[in-house]
């Protein structure tokens, strides 16, 4: 491959998104506090979802969808303990 095909061509993938996409992917990689077993198989879970997909906001929705459940939980053991001391007050019908 000629120079100037190369440079044509590193100019097509700058068009068209790839560099971006492949950037985004590695750096998502790179940042990763435990790094994957295998990295081809990250990359390829990740590159289809770098398009038009908030991958940063959809961790944070989900955290933040954790820890709206996890009170919700609690709140649950909560009302079915105050429940149980309720009946627990009922006098016996005679």
Known sequence: MQAAEKEEFRNYLEKTGVVDALTKVLVGLYEEPEKPSDALDFIKRHLGSVIGVDIDGLKQENQDLKTQNQELQQKIEELQR???????????AQ
Request: proline share 9%; net charge negative.
């Open 82 to 92: 105050r429940i149980e001391q309720l009946g627990g007050m009922e006098e016996p």
